[in-house]
């Protein structure tokens, strides 16, 4: 059972580069969340899809953050004009939504950005 | 507004010893999903439980269990005879609403340290 893969696992940048990252859910999961983790805080929310719709943003993802999902199936998030503030980890998630009931979310392994 | 308070911030145990991680949830709903996630220091999110607020029943799993208190609105969670790869972050989170468990509200989390 393959589950939430993300890449690259880590990303070095210079301030006002573009950099972008790759999530590739659990197969069947129709719906695909990022988040983002700054040291010693629990994981913000930052957008979400299900399959090729993005249903909500965040007001932490700012004009210079978009996110895809072509095709409903794994998704980029492109930070352009990086800033040190955005050094962070970037979480991606997947979850199989079928209905009323709660669905479980997946996590990959995360991004780490350094921004220098 | 839906919120997750995680009070403490670290707990450092000797192996075998038992320690609970508690948690304090805040939400209108009266349908609502309680996780915990844990995070080693590998980085990845690791799922351990959902809870369905009808559900008050406590729950075990090996060396885990939670206990969940709707009139405290809490979760806690305990671990049984603790062991060094028991050393992580753990979070406690909650979806936003009844309708929509889309994103999940983390609290600050606790970092568990079990020492040989």
């Known amino acids: 059972d393959t589950g939430v893969s993300q890449d690259p696992r880590h990303k070095i940048t210079k301030r006002g580069q573009n950099v972008t990252f790759r999530c590739d859910p659990i197969s069947e999961h129709n719906r695909l969340y990022w988040y983002r983790q700054t040291l010693g805080q629990g994981p913000e929310f930052l957008t979400y899809f299900q399959n090729e719709a993005q249903l909500e943003k965040s007001r932490l993802l700012s004009d210079r953050f978009s996110a895809e999902r072509p095709k409903g199936s794994f998704s980029t998030l492109e930070i352009q004009r990086t800033e040190q503030g955005d050094s962070a980890m970037y979480l991606c998630?997947?979850?199989?939504?079928?209905?009323?009931?709660?669905?479980?979310?997946?996590f990959g392994p995360g991004t780490r950005l350094l921004v220098l | 507004a839906q919120k997750v308070t995680q009070a403490q911030t670290e707990i450092s145990v000797v192996e075998k010893e038992d320690v609970t991680l508690d948690c304090v949830y805040e939400?209108?709903?009266?349908?609502?999903?309680l996780f915990w996630y844990k995070q080693p220091p590998s980085g990845e999110l690791v799922f351990l439980i959902r809870?369905?607020?009808?559900?008050?029943q406590n729950e075990i799993s090996g060396r885990y269990s939670w206990n969940f208190q709707k009139s405290t609105s809490s979760f806690n969670f305990t671990i049984t005879a603790s062991q060094v790869v028991d050393s992580a972050v753990y979070f406690c989170a909650l979806p936003p609403g009844s309708s929509n468990t889309g994103k999940l509200i983390f609290g600050q989390g606790t970092t568990l340290q079990v020492k040989p």
């Open positions: 939400t209108r709903d009266t349908t609502y999903y």
């Open positions: 809870r369905n607020s009808f559900d008050e």
């Open positions: 998630a997947s979850s199989l939504a079928t209905g009323p009931e709660g669905e479980t979310q997946y």
